[in-house]
């Protein structure tokens, strides 16, 4: 494999790292008491069963069943002459199964597990050597054996011995011939104040790292994702590719066994974030399984289109026009209804936000609707199961809205709970039954909800479930099956002008304009400066913005919406009215004026507002727009 592609790899696009050997084993029968490495020689059909599962899940680098094949270690099992012949089978085994899907096989070296303090300093050399010992059988090798495409040091506690390690890796790779060069990735722990052994904080061990001569940078065991992802983002300042790998939380003890609790779509979650904040590559460590890389892989793919090329800068390119069905007449955005007939006359368009209930009756959501129609409100949208609550159908309510009430509806649509053919089918099934209107978005992941074990799909994110319905809009189905006519849903996108990735949140927005959206509506602002800026980087779009608009409610509501929420700020300024305000109708009154004014200050600039009344208080949207546009 040429030298450097992993790290080409890297830039391109968020990999995916595998997960938790041992775990794996552990669960297949063998004690801890045994030696994993040396299952290399004597049992690989299941080392490499557990790497075919990895793969399986969506892993894109194998990592070696190597962790503990250095001398020091081996020398407890009496295996320490035996470091060669374990570390080449494991690259052997890693790399069959990798080759069978094009993955990276990574030769995986831990720490000797000895307390440097209790080692003189003239015995430093001996650890040296152990290191160097293994580095050399993962990566000198005779012409036509398996090699490995990088070198992982990882799960290393003590600043001073992942020094050590690396001097030994560089000092063997300094041996080797050009094409023969790997990249080399410095992954470490932290204990629960977020230190190393040595006291050092991430921000310091990882310049350290780059110093020494580390590829890629990195966090892994020792903690769950919360706080691997606090640890990993803070050593993303010093410019080196940055890996998380998060043990599956803190291991308890059950029925005499280690078990981990952090379930995979908490690691959806995370990996998301993680993945957002600019770490390049995702794994697990301990007690992680493949189903926790499976959420992972998905996080992945979804931001995986997204990504630039390193650069920091999206490469111009002219998309070619989607091609369109034979006999079909794409519908233009003027005659996609009441929406699309207001969009294009460039009249404000007002929509207010009504959830379908928990239980069974649609009647005060109806009511709702009814009361927001008669005092002005153009449209209803509709979430999916908004923070994954287990609600009815969001379909029915707008069916039932735009069937009595004659006002149009529209329907947010999420990638979270069906497949492709599922979404097909309910595309397919709206669109005859007259909702055509969709506010296409990925969707809150399970965890957040009520039913935190459900399992999501997301098959595809919202770019690509918009290229699915502008495809159904040019009169073909997913596979490129004509229809035999065309539908002729009107699209709406989301986007965060307060994004804490701003580059990447436009360079996301473009590509949904280009996926087929017909109209965007923005995250909450309470900062005119934040929206004026994001207008005009949008401006060559000339795309239909509505401004999203939420009321605060309280102080502390403005509080948790600027801390807790991605997406959101609201200005120091604005909390601290908020505050003064106090609580109860007071507060309310307050969150209503600030919203007035956000939307004054902006409605020439927009087409329209999106209000989100907190708490389900609809009587507060008409309370924002009165007087302003009608």
């Known amino acids: 494999m040429p030298p450097r592609k992993f790290l080409e790899a890297l830039r391109e696009a968020p990999l ?80 069959e199964v990798a080759d069978t899907k094009g993955a990276f096989v990574a030769g995986c070296m831990g720490p000797t597990g000895l307390l440097l303090k209790s080692v003189a300093k003239n015995d430093y050399g001996k650890l040296t050597e152990a ?4 580095a050399e059988a993962l990566l000198v090798v005779a012409e036509g054996q398996p090699r490995v495409d990088l070198i992982v040091l990882e799960t290393f506690r003590q600043t001073e011995e992942i020094h050590l390690a690396l001097d030994a890796v560089r000092a063997v790779l300094g041996t080797l011939p050009a094409e023969h060069q790997v990249p080399v990735i410095a992954s470490v722990s932290f204990d629960s104040f977020g230190t190393m052994a040595d006291g050092l904080a991430p921000a310091d061990v990882a310049k350290r790292l780059k110093e020494w001569g580390a590829d890629v940078i990195g966090v892994n065991c020792a903690d769950g994702p919360a706080g691997v992802y606090e640890t990993a983002t803070q050593m993303l300042e010093v410019g080196l590719p940055v890996i998380a790998q998060p043990n599956a939380g803190l291991p308890h003890r059950v029925d005499g066994r280690f078990a981990y609790m952090a379930t995979p779509d908490y690691f959806l979650v995370y990996a998301r974030r993680m993945l957002k904040a600019g770490v390049r590559a995702v794994g697990g460590c301990c007690g992680t399984t493949p189903e926790h890389i499976r959420q992972m892989a998905a996080s992945a793919r979804m931001l995986a289109a997204t990504m630039d090329d390193g650069t920091g800068e999206a490469e111009p390119h002219e998309a070619p026009a989607p091609p369109v069905a034979e006999g079909v007449r794409v519908v233009p955005l003027s005659e996609k209804g009441r929406i699309g007939e207001k969009l294009a006359k460039k009249e404000l368009l007002i929509s207010v936000e009504v959830n379908p209930p928990a239980g069974l009756s649609l009647q005060k959501a109806l009511d709702a609707a009814r009361m927001l129609r008669d005092g002005g409100v153009d449209v209803i949208n509709v979430a999916d199961g908004a923070r994954a609550t287990a609600r009815m159908g969001n379909f029915a309510l707008c069916h039932r809205i735009q069937d009595e009430l004659g006002m149009p509806a529209l329907m947010h649509l999420t990638t979270r709970d069906r497949n492709v053919l599922g979404l097909v089918a309910h595309l397919l099934g709206c669109h005859e039954l007259g909702v055509h209107n969709l506010v296409v978005i990925t969707g809150d992941p399970p965890k957040m909800g009520d ?179 009608r």
Do not use: W
């Open 451 to 629: 039913f935190p074990d459900a399992t999501a799909v997301y098959d595809l994110d919202s770019i690509g479930l918009l290229r699915l319905v502008n495809g159904l809009n040019r009169g073909f189905d997913p596979g490129g099956k004509p229809l035999g006519g065309a539908t002729r849903f009107l699209c709406a996108t989301g986007a965060e002008p307060a994004a804490h990735d701003y580059e990447r949140e436009i360079k996301r927005l473009r590509q949904k304009i280009e996926a087929g959206a017909d109209m965007v509506m923005t995250q909450p602002v309470y900062d005119p400066a934040v929206l004026e800026r994001f207008l005009s980087d949008v401006a060559d779009l000339n795309v239909p913005v509505l401004v999203g608009i939420l009321p605060l409610a309280s102080h502390k509501n403005a509080e948790f919406l600027h801390n807790e929420v991605p997406g959101m700020s609201v200005p120091l300024e604005i909390r601290e009215r908020m505050r003064k305000a106090g609580p109860g109708e007071a507060g309310r009154k307050e969150g209503i004026t600030i919203a007035r004014e956000m939307l004054e200050a902006v409605k020439d600039r927009v087409r329209g507002a999106y209000i989100m009344p907190p708490l389900g208080r609809y009587e507060l949207a008409l309370r924002v727009i009165e007087g302003i546009v």
């Open 16 to 95: 995916v790292f595998d997960g938790a050997m041992g775990t794996m084993l552990y669960e297949r029968g063998v004690l801890y008491t045994q030696s994993f490495d040396a299952l290399c020689l004597g049992r690989e059909d299941l080392v490499r069963s557990v790497h075919q599962e990895y793969l399986k899940a969506g892993a894109q680098v194998l990592q070696t069943n190597t962790f503990g094949a250095n001398r020091v270690r081996l020398a407890a099992h009496n295996l320490e002459k035996d470091v060669a012949a374990i570390n080449r089978a494991g690259v052997r085994i890693a790399r």
């Open 131 to 134: 290191f160097r010992e293994q």
